[in-house]
């Protein structure tokens, strides 16, 4: 088996998985376009350098990304794509000191992304003892995408990076299943009243405050503007869920499944809203 260099001796997730932009070369600044919208106020090539953007690849506005328009840039979480890029996979060569590197870069990182990505949540699958009995399979996916990250920029470009998405996706649906099933068995008998949704529901503005959603399935839901105050989500679902500007005060998803940084940043939450162990309480819950 080989070493993983995205977990720790514990088993726990590295510091790999989270984004050190002091290492990046503001590849999230750069390689991704954005649209003028809500989350930002001008739009932005694929490619291109937003103007924001200073010679150290340090954010020039960014105490005040909100206030000026670019919430999105405050909601963005990498999964540690952007220091790998450009540390190990071009080994620290800046695309402004390397201008003929710059396009191939700019290429890799949407893919290293998506693939960091999945390692986060295979990491999650496999700390879930309710999964024990696809641990097997879950840490052969591991391997696999640590060895996929690994790869020189053109022999990764040529991954079919989607097709392993979806393939590494059955894995981690399965981990889901075996651990919202173990929730509900111990939840049998319960007298509290739940709610059931299916993935992908239309929840946009819903009014879910204290609803027990506990083991639901919320994969790809949309939860834009909805009222989560005080809802428990343990043990569902989450991941795909747009939480953009849900409220979640009070809510309780410390054990809720494949719950990323980027989805709490994007969300409205407080002091009593329990998070997972493996996230960061956003600078600007209240």
Same mark, same amino acid.
């Given at each position: ?6 977990? =720790? ?9 989270h ?7 503001g590849?999230?600044?750069?390689a %991704? ?27 020039? +506005? ?13 909601v963005?979480?990498?999964?540690? *794509?952007?220091?790998? +890029?450009?540390?190990?996979?071009? !080994?620290?060569?800046? $695309?402004?000191?390397?201008? !003929? ?6 290429? +890799?990182?949407?893919?290293? $992304?998506?693939l960091?990505?999945?390692?986060w ?9 309710? *999964? ?9 996916? #591991?391997?696999?995408t !640590? ?11 040529? +991954?079919?990076?989607?097709? $392993?998405? *979806? !393939? ?7 981990? =889901?299943? %075996? ?6 068995r111990?939840?049998?008998? =319960? ?15 819903a ?5 027990d ?9 949309? %939860? ?8 428990? #989500? ?11 500007? *849900? ?11 494949y ?12 002091? =009593?809203?329990r ?9 600007? $819950?209240?």
């Open positions: 088996m080989m070493s993983h260099p995205y977990t =720790s001796s514990e088993g726990s997730y590295s510091t790999r998985l984004a050190d932009c002091e290492r990046c070369f590849l999230c600044c750069t %991704l376009p954005f649209a003028a919208s809500a989350d930002f106020a001008i739009d932005k090539h694929a490619g291109q350098p937003c103007p924001n953007l200073q010679t150290d690849h340090r954010c020039g +506005v960014h105490r005040d990304l909100r206030k000026l328009g670019f919430k999105g840039c405050t963005y979480d990498c999964f540690g *794509a952007g220091q790998h +890029v450009s540390q190990v996979t071009f !080994e620290g060569r800046d $695309w402004r000191e390397h201008p !003929e590197s710059a396009k191939l870069i700019f290429e +890799v990182f949407p893919a290293m $992304w998506q960091h990505e999945l390692l949540y295979l990491n999650e699958a496999l700390t879930r003892p309710e *999964a024990a009995e696809i641990h097997p399979e879950l840490q052969r996916a #591991l391997d696999d !640590e060895r996929l990250v690994l790869l020189d920029a053109e022999s990764l470009l040529k +991954v079919d990076v989607p097709g $392993w998405r *979806a !393939e590494v996706n059955q894995l981690l649906l399965r981990s =889901s299943e %075996l651990v919202r099933q173990n929730e509900l111990r939840m049998k008998g =319960s007298s509290s009243h739940r709610k059931t949704y299916g993935r992908g529901a239309d929840l946009i503005g009014n879910l405050k204290g609803v959603l506990r083991a639901a399935n919320l994969r790809g839901a949309y %939860l834009i503007a909805a009222n989560l105050r005080n809802a428990d #989500l343990r043990a569902a679902d989450l991941i795909g869920v747009d939480f953009r500007d *849900a409220d979640l005060r009070g809510a309780d998803l410390s054990g809720s499944l719950l990323s940084q980027s989805q709490m940043n994007s969300a409205k939450g407080d002091a =009593s809203t998070i997972p162990p493996t996230l960061t309480r956003p600078a600007h $819950w209240s």
